[in-house]
C-alpha cells in the first residue's frame, strides 16, 4: 500500500485534519507537514486532529527524534497553545504518538498532546 496524505479545514469547529494512511516514513511526514503548514489553507490558530488510523510507520523509533526537531523547530512561529489530538486503533499506534508527544514535551514544547480512539471523542476534547 502506496502512502497518502490528506488534510482538510474545518472553519466552523477551527480544526486542521491529517490524514495518514499507508506505508510512511517520518521523512514524508515531514515533508507533508511543511508543504500543509505552508499551504493558504492551513490556520495556525486551529487545533489538530491527526488520523493515523491504518498507517504503518517505517522506521518510527529511529527516526522519532528527528521528527519532534522538525516539528518543534517548524512550529514556533505558530500558536503553540493549541491542541492535537492523535486518532489511533491499534495498541502500536498508542505508542508511538505517545513517545512522540513525549519527545515534543522533551523539547519544551506547549502543544498538547493526547490519543483517541475515536475522532468523535478527539472532536469533543479539541473544541472545549
Not at 98 to 107: A, H, M, P, Y
Request: proline share 2%; with cysteine.
Amino acid at each position: 500500500m502506496n502512502a497518502i496524505f490528506r488534510y482538510k479545514i474545518d472553519h466552523e469547529l477551527k480544526i486542521n485534519y491529517d490524514i495518514i494512511q499507508g506505508e510512511v516514513d517520518l521523512n514524508m511526514v515531514i515533508q507533508h507537514e511543511k508543504t500543509r503548514i505552508q499551504s493558504d489553507k492551513f490556520n495556525e490558530n486551529y487545533n489538530s486532529l491527526i488520523d493515523i488510523r491504518g498507517a504503518k510507520f517505517i522506521n518510527f523509533m529511529e527516526n522519532v527524534g528527528k521528527f519532534c526537531d522538525f516539528l518543534n523547530d517548524y512550529t514556533k512561529p505558530i500558536n503553540m497553545e493549541r491542541k492535537c489530538a492523535i486518532v489511533t486503533s491499534t495498541p502500536l499506534e498508542v505508542v508511538n504518538s505517545t513517545v512522540f508527544s513525549l519527545g515534543l514535551k522533551q523539547r519544551g514544547t506547549s502543544l498538547k498532546f493526547e490519543s483517541f480512539s475515536s475522532e468523535e471523542a478527539a472532536t469533543k476534547w479539541l473544541i472545549r
